[in-house]
């Protein structure tokens, strides 16, 4: 068992860790996990109780910063996302729950990503390169068909 000083001293560090930029659940207990298990899991718990950790905002925040900063497919937007130690639960409850905006996201990256390389590369070979970044082949199709008209 452990004292309430040493909750709070845990409470503090952990507060300061994800104060500093948010964190998911995974990241706070692989940073913390030289302490106590047990007081390390209460802490964690009074901490998502009171809102302080939360992966499903974590997730809507995360995807808004990827979205607005780079060109990802939803395959790499996933990736990124298991990297973190998100949820599995919470991430698929937000590509189910925007799966529309997320669709129309990965086409406009396809044809951002298109537009930057068409001078240096063939279409066939841009495909292939758009394919292994994970972007699904309908997205492809339908940025190129926007580019055309």
């Known amino acids: 068992m452990y004292s309430i000083e040493e909750f709070d ?6 507060l300061k860790y994800i104060m500093y930029k ?8 692989r ?3 030289n302490e106590d298990s047990e007081l390390l899991e209460d ?3 009074h901490l998502k109780e009171i809102g302080y950790i939360n992966d499903k905002s974590y997730v809507e925040r995360a995807v808004a910063e990827f979205m607005n900063l780079n060109n990802l497919s939803l395959k790499e937007l996933k990736y990124k996302l298991q990297a973190k130690g998100v949820d599995i639960d919470a991430m698929e409850d937000y590509i189910y729950n925007h799966s529309e905006e997320l669709e129309d996201y990965e086409i406009n990256s396809a044809k951002n990503i298109i537009l930057k390389r068409q001078n240096s590369m063939e279409e066939q070979s841009l495909i292939q390169y758009l394919l292994k970044k994970g972007y699904k082949m309908d997205s492809v199709k339908q940025a190129i068909e926007i580019l055309e008209e």
């Open 9 to 14: 001293q845990l409470k503090t560090k952990v």
């Open 22 to 29: 948010k964190r998911t659940e995974n990241e706070v207990k």
């Open 31 to 33: 940073k913390f996990s």
């Open 43 to 45: 802490v964690i718990e």
